[in-house]
């Protein structure tokens, strides 16, 4: 019994092509006409921060060319990158901030507040919520010198998928959406090796403020989740994709602190 549950709990871990193929299809316009299961999703769980560095890689070239080859305004070109990043993610944890915008501002207990935020109708706690990320995001691009920018999209992207999947690790099941068997695919070990990673990465690409973001990727995921099951009950794939978005934006405000301070 216990060697059918050690097996099952390593299938949940184990990476597989498959899996990071539909870890991209789900994060990225880029088609994958392969057939992909969640569970081979959720065994790839843990590599989805390093999809996250590819989306800002793409990024940063598309950045690059507004910077130095269109010669574009700071505003101009923070404006499109974060418009690039939403539209080649296909726009798909944005639809987490909606929603949750809308959950937290509604009335009553967390089954009301729930099925708010599961209503297909965006109110005005979504748009206001997003408006407020979409400005502060694109301000936060704009107060990084451009020396620092382009490693900081690569980073910031590497970071809110780390700040997701941690939001996995706390907080009950949601009953329902494929959230709550991705979830499965994460633990603690799975944090802290990434922890290290991250870090080093962080470290590489700008000093010693990449490795303080690594940390704050993971207080913004455990506080998203705590949010979420004071409010809601449990962690919907919506706060996964909420979580998303609002670490990119709290990643980019600790940046331009720790570049004005250190």
């Not at 392969?34 to 081979?40: A, F």
């Not at 901030?97 to 089954?111: E, N, Q, S, T």
């Not at 708010?116 to 400005?135: C, E, K, N």
């Not at 900081?152 to 970071?159: F, G, N, P, S, Y």
Request: net charge neutral; with cysteine; hydrophobic share 50%.
């Amino acid at each position: 019994m216990d060697n059918n549950l050690n097996q099952h709990s390593i299938h949940k871990l184990r990476p597989s092509v498959n899996g990071i193929l539909g870890i991209i299809s789900f994060s990225t316009r880029i088609p994958i006409t392969r057939y992909i299961t969640i569970e081979q999703m959720q065994g790839s769980v843990m590599l989805w921060p390093y999809v996250g560095m590819f989306i800002g890689f793409v990024a940063m070239i598309f950045a690059y060319v507004l910077m130095y080859i269109f010669h574009f305004t700071p505003l101009l070109t923070s404006a499109l990158v974060y418009a690039f990043i939403l539209w080649f993610t296909g726009f798909n944890h944005l639809d987490g901030v909606l929603d949750m915008g809308d959950g937290l501002m509604a009335h009553g207990d967390a089954k009301r507040r729930l099925e708010i935020m599961r209503d297909s109708m965006v109110g005005t706690g979504g748009i206001s919520t997003f408006f407020l990320v979409a400005a502060i995001t694109i301000a936060a691009y704009l107060s990084i010198d451009y020396s620092h920018l382009l490693a900081v999209i690569v980073l910031a992207e590497t970071c809110s998928k780390y700040s997701m999947i941690t939001s996995m690790l706390y907080g009950d099941d949601d009953s329902k959406g494929i959230g709550r068997q991705i979830k499965d695919g994460m633990n603690i070990k799975i944090l802290l090796v990434n922890l290290i990673l991250i870090s080093i990465i962080g470290y590489l690409l700008i000093g010693i403020a990449g490795v303080v973001v690594a940390f704050v990727a993971v207080f913004t995921g455990f506080m998203m989740s705590f949010i979420a099951q004071r409010n809601f009950g449990c962690v919907t794939g919506d706060i996964m994709g909420a979580t998303n978005e609002l670490s990119r934006t709290i990643t980019l405000i600790v940046l331009v602190i720790l570049f004005n301070i250190l």
